[in-house]
Every structure is written in C-alpha cells, then in structure tokens.
C-alpha cells in the first residue's frame, strides 16, 4: 500500500488558504447543528465535475468529484447539490468563480478542481474549497502521485473538506477489512477480505478454506489479527495486508476467542478457554509471553483497549448474564458499566475515548448502541434482528455493523452516526460480517 508521504510527493500547500478555521462557521459558513427542534440541517456544498487538464484526463477528474460527492453525501453532515441546479459551468480551475451563481442555488460551499496527466506519466490533482457569502478561499491543495491512486487522493480531500466543516477528523482514506461470506447457509465459506470504506477495491486475504473470525487492525502497522478454525485448535495469527506473509501468535490450550491490538500495536489481547470458564490474557508480540488478567469461574471474553491503552471493557457474565465491564489494563478490580434490561456483548472503545459501543440483546431483537465509558448515556442507535459486532471509524464518529436477517440470506454491512442518524447500507460484493475499522491510512 502507498503511504500518504508518496501519494503527495512533490506536491505540498498549492494555494494561498485564507481565512482557514476548524469550521465553515468562522467564515459565516456551514449550518451543521442541532436545532432546539432536533431538526438536523447539513451543510448544503456544491461540487462541480473536477476540470481535466488534458484530453484524456475527463474520467479520472469526473471520477474524482464523484468519490468526494458521494463520501461527503453518506456522511451525512453534507448536501451536495444536484448539479442539474448548477447555474456556472466550471471549465476554467485557474478563474475565480461566480459566486452569485453559487449563493443563488443556496450553496454554503463549492469545491473546484483539476486533474491532469503529466509529462512523466504521474497524476497531478488540485482542488480549492470556496466560502460563497465571503468569496474566500477556505482550502486549497495539490497532489501528485501515480494515476492509480485517483481514488485515494478523492479520500483525502474528502478528509480535508470534512474537517473544515466540521472541526472533527475525516475518515474518508481508510480501509475495513471483513469476513466475507458466500454459498448456502449449512455451508457458507468464509473469507478474510479488505476494501476502502466505501465499499471499493474489495481484496481477498484467504481462500476460504478454513473458516475465519473476528478479524482486527493494528493500530500501528499493516497488520491485523484474526482467527481461523481449521485443522485441530483454533489458532490466532498474525498477518500482513501488503506482504501476505501470516504467523501464528502463539499455542494456547483449549479455545481462543476475540483477539485485539493494543493502542501501541506491541501486545494482543485475548479470551482464552480452559473448561467451561473463559479468561483474559494479553501477550507481547516482542517476547511472546502471556499475562494472565482474570481469573473467575465465568465466561470473560471481547476485551477492547481504552485509546491511551489503560484501560479495558469486555464482556462477562460473572453476574448472571453477558454485561459490560471496565479494569485496568494490567488487570484488577473490574467494575460493570452496563445495566440495562437484556444482555450486553461485543464491547469497543471510541478511538475518541468518549464512548463504548456495544451490541445488546432483549426482547427478540439486537440492537447497537453505545455509553459513556462509566456506564451513563446509554443510547441505542438501531435495533432489529441481527444486528452485531460495531466497530468505529478513526475519528469516532460513525460505526460500522453487520446485520443478519437469518434464513436463507445473510448478513450485510451497515453504517450510522454516532447520533443515531444515518443508516444505510455499505455495498459487498456478497454476505459480510464482523468489519473491522482501519485508522487513517499514514
């Protein structure tokens, strides 16, 4: 994989950015809030087709525009405007533009940008994102980079608009990996696979030979960790997206379940099951020894890192039933969070620190919620019959989930607002469960 230093070689600051703030509103712009209502008005942005800079460069630049429309529209906290309303015609990037035109179809902000095919074979991409009311230049960049990274680069301005408007982190230039499932029901073959966030660029890590769980991103390197059921004892391992080179982490003695990185990449954390009872463990991927954190007659298991490393929640049903509960990392006196009607499951700490989104079971359906990290404001984001298994993009703002109607058919992925707002669908190329959110691509 590319890393963002050479997808920008070369390139660097473009434009003059005046007036650059955390927000559209420092300029008199944006209308991202809350109102008293509880009507939610999202900022309305006018994107037009990116200007190609040569005869050949019209798919590229229209496929560029079309990337950032549709990431900014499934945010949810953007409106692009139809561009059958557009009144100007952008055919000149280097011309400043009509804003009269702008204002007169309501646009709050316009993106302008080129694409063009250099000399040497690479892809230069520049855009510029515009204030309407004030005529100011918000943003403006340019990048250069080999022709078949045009939809990263339509990630990263998507980022970089995002966080103008909002003042929080994009999330755009990031990746999932997911089990992906195909065939029958009573035979279903799973694989490892690994797409961007928008559903494209599907990869397949395994061959579906053995079956396949709980796959998870470091935070720190190309790796993740997942498990597979195949000859003998399930096993953890290791592997790596680019090299396709995989490990195993270690043997352990009976069932292994849910293994997850540490926030520094250095450790995986783990339940480990010995008899009927199922434990925590953590082992250092450098020593490869492994710390046993509790010891109970239950069922501990779905540990996930606080983001400074901590902490961790996980799942147990010491009390009874499945429930949330919090302790230090390095183990201890753990405390339970959750206690809501029903049965709590499959933990995971914000990358913000802010919250814990779970999947809770109770009167027939599932539902994905999440709660402050003390166990107050629990909110439910959606429920229904299958949901399971969030996990957060980077900056904390939007969870991803599958969802299993049962029967002959079989799960899909979802995402939605940290607010409860906007939910839909993430296109597979078949059934896929258990997603797994990269962080921000370096």
């Known amino acids: 994989m590319i890393t963002r230093r050479q997808v920008v ?19 008199g712009q944006g209308r991202l809030s809350i109102q008293p209502s509880g009507e939610f008005r999202p900022i309305p942005i006018a994107i037009p087709p990116f200007v190609p800079g040569g005869p050949g460069d019209g798919d590229v630049a229209n496929g560029i525009s079309q990337v950032i429309t ?21 055919t000149n990037f280097d011309a400043v533009p009509q804003f009269a035109s702008w204002k007169q179809i309501n646009a709050d902000v316009l993106v302008t940008g080129r694409a063009t095919r250099q000399g040497d074979g690479r892809l230069k991409v520049e855009f510029r994102l515009w204030s ?33 408007g909002t003042g929080e982190k994009g999330y755009f230039d990031s990746r999932v990996v997911f089990v992906d499932e195909s065939g029958p029901s009573e035979r279903r073959v799973k694989r490892l696979a690994l797409m961007d966030q928008d559903g494209a660029n599907v ?66 954390i783990m339940s480990l099951q010995q008899g009927g009872n199922s434990n925590l463990f953590v ?9 046993r954190l509790t010891d109970t007659p239950a069922i501990d298991t779905s540990p996930s890192y606080s983001p400074d490393g901590s902490q961790i929640c996980f799942e147990s049903d010491r009390g009874g039933k499945p429930q949330i509960y919090v302790m230090p990392a390095s183990g201890g006196q753990a405390q339970r969070i959750s206690f809501g009607n029903g049965s709590y ?68 992925l979802y995402t939605i607002d940290v607010s409860g707002r906007f939910e839909q669908k993430v296109p597979t190329p078949g059934y896929a469960s258990d997603p797994a959110w990269s962080p921000l691509l370096s």
């Open 9 to 27: 070689a070369g390139a660097g600051a473009a434009f003059a950015a005046l007036g650059i703030g955390p927000a559209f509103a420092q300029s």
């Open 283 to 291: 082992m250092d991927l450098r020593s490869r020894t492994t710390t």
């Open 70 to 90: 549709n990431n900014l529209k499934r945010s949810g906290l953007f409106l692009p405007i139809d561009p059958s309303a557009f009144i100007e015609r952008i």
């Open 203 to 268: 990869r397949y890590l395994t061959r579906g030979a053995d079956l396949v769980l709980t796959p998870r991103f470091s935070p720190s390197s190309q790796d993740i960790t997942y498990m597979e059921f195949g000859q003998g004892d399930p096993k953890v391992y290791l592997f790596n997206i680019e090299t396709g080179q995989r490990e195993i982490v270690g043997n352990f003695p009976g069932m292994s379940f849910s293994p997850r990185f540490s926030p520094d990449g250095q450790r995986i």
């Open 132 to 164: 309407v009311a004030s005529g100011q230049q918000l943003a403006g960049q340019q990048y250069v980079t080999a022709p078949e990274y045009w939809r990263r680069i339509a990630h990263i301005i998507s980022d970089q608009i995002y966080t103008q």
């Open 345 to 412: 499951s499959t933990p995971v700490w914000s990358p913000r620190g802010d919250y814990i989104a779970f999947t809770k079971q109770g009167e027939g359906q599932f539902s994905i919620g999440v709660m402050k990290t003390d166990g107050s404001g629990e909110r439910i984001l959606t429920a229904g019959f299958h949901n399971e298994g969030p996990t957060f993009a980077p900056n904390g703002r939007v969870l991803m989930f599958f969802r299993d109607p049962g029967g002959n058919a079989g799960p899909s």
